[in-house]
């Protein structure tokens, strides 16, 4: 056997693939204890400063006196400030559970502790921008940025029918997914505008727009038409939901919502999961986007209407604050969040892809990318970029838990994703 033979067999490169993901779970477990660690340390320095305190009547200057005996002792040790000693005391004083902050809170970095803490003042709601932290991975500056607009206050407060339209727990999924009111300010219109001018600068800001809607939207198209009974209909806006696995059809009004705007709904999703949707989908939902809405009206125009349709508002341009302008996520941080999304959107093309190829063998077709995968490998009905993509996409999964350090990850994920999708297209299984 040549000297490089075993290196071509199926055998070593199921090795190789082993080996690669062990080593990266590893460093991605590395970051995060480092961090863990560092923030139930602050915690408990936090905790042992209340404690004294309350006990033994010390004042505030006890922290001045501990930041400079303790920077003494550790010179080569960052954060030992008094502000930053002040913080550890808030911290404590915020989190007084360890339980919590062990298996919650310490998962995300001090940096963002911080800034919960001076923007977030109830607990509960503090809770939520940490869990909302670790799922979405989000930046410091993207973090100020959505506690700054009351994502909190917005996030699942549609008025919907879900509840009664979706099986469980695919309606909690939706709710949660429909924001009220839809914070339009990038658009930089006044009130007099037209529906015609609305959908125009969602398209020109159409990254902006995804942004606001939120994680797993991928944009299918505006003005999307759909012939019924040799009568052609078009729809505002189009999206999948690569989480939900279903198609979103957005209808906007420049108008106060009117009981008719449900009917119109209703009859487009019939049409969307009649002509669109594919086996594995779940049911299509409609958001009726309007100024304003009577909730009594909404309620009674949805309380009849078999299809999921949700009611939200929206707000356009306001002034801002200089303080908020310079909180603003960056240029560079917005990048970062553009790719993902545009990622995101390019795995919504493969995952389409992979359930015909597994159709067409008759496989089951699962709703995860790597289940599919796997799948297909098992019957080598892969192309030879597989394992660059797998590679990527679980490099893209960490980066978005803040585990991965590499800075140019995504707009390599994108450049194999590409990759791999071109050739899942020009290839049989």
């Known amino acids: 056997m040549p000297e490089n033979g075993p290196a071509q067999s199926p055998n070593y490169h199921a090795l190789l693939r082993n080996l690669k993901e062990r080593i990266r779970t590893a460093q991605a477990r590395a970051v995060a204890s480092v961090n863990s660690e560092l923030v139930l340390l602050y915690w408990g320095i936090g905790k042992d400063i209340l404690d004294r305190q309350n006990s033994e009547g010390w004042g505030a200057k006890i922290i001045d006196r501990l930041a400079a005996d303790l920077s003494r002792a550790f010179p080569e040790m960052r954060g030992l400030s008094a502000r930053n000693l002040k913080y550890m005391r808030a911290f404590a004083e915020a989190w007084p559970d360890r339980t919590i902050v062990q298996q919650l809170v310490a998962q995300i970095p001090w940096g963002h502790q911080v800034r919960i803490l001076d923007r977030v003042k109830d607990p509960k709601e503090r809770e939520w921008y940490v869990r909302a932290t670790i799922e979405h991975g989000w930046s410091r500056n993207v973090l100020v940025h959505q506690i700054e607009n009351g994502l909190v206050r917005r996030q699942g407060k549609a008025l919907t029918n879900f509840q009664k339209t979706l099986p469980a727990p695919q309606s909690d999924l939706a709710q949660q997914l429909i924001k009220d009111p839809y914070n339009l300010e990038f658009l930089n219109f006044g009130p007099a505008i037209s529906e015609r001018e609305l959908q125009r600068g969602l398209i020109e800001h159409l990254q902006k727009w995804i942004l606001e809607l939120g994680r797993g939207f991928a944009f299918m198209g505006s003005e999307h038409q759909i012939n019924v009974g040799d009568q052609d209909y078009y729809l505002d806006l189009l999206f999948y939901h690569v989480r939900l696995h279903c198609y979103v059809v957005f209808d906007l009004k420049i108008e106060e919502f009117k009981p008719e705007f449900a009917g119109k709904m209703n009859f487009y999703l019939s049409a969307v999961d009649?002509?669109?949707?594919?086996?594995?989908?779940?049911?299509?939902?409609?958001?009726?986007?309007?100024?304003?809405?009577?909730?009594?009206?909404?309620?009674?125009?949805?309380r009849d209407t078999n299809k999921p349709v949700g009611v939200a508002r929206y707000q356009l341009a306001k002034a801002l604050p200089e303080a908020l302008r310079q909180e603003l996520p960056t240029a560079d941080e917005l990048s970062r969040e553009f790719k993902f999304i545009d990622f995101?959107?390019?795995?919504?093309?493969?995952?389409?892809q992979l359930r015909q190829r597994a159709n067409r063998l008759g496989l089951s077709t699962g709703f995860?990318?790597?289940?599919?995968?796997?799948?297909?490998?098992?019957?080598?009905?892969l192309p030879e970029m597989t394992d660059e993509f797998r590679t990527y996409f679980g490099a893209v999964s960490a980066t978005r838990q803040g585990l991965h350090t590499e800075p140019d990850v995504l707009e390599k994920a994108l450049c194999a994703g590409r990759n791999f999708l071109e050739q899942i297209c020009q290839t049989d299984p």
Do not use: M, T, W
């Open 274 to 302: 009649d002509q669109l949707r594919s086996e594995g989908d779940q049911p299509s939902i409609g958001v009726i986007l309007c100024k304003d809405r009577n909730e009594v009206i909404v309620e009674y125009a949805l």
């Open 344 to 352: 995101l959107g390019l795995c919504g093309q493969i995952l389409s």
């Open 368 to 381: 995860r990318i790597e289940e599919l995968i796997a799948q297909l490998e098992r019957h080598n009905a």
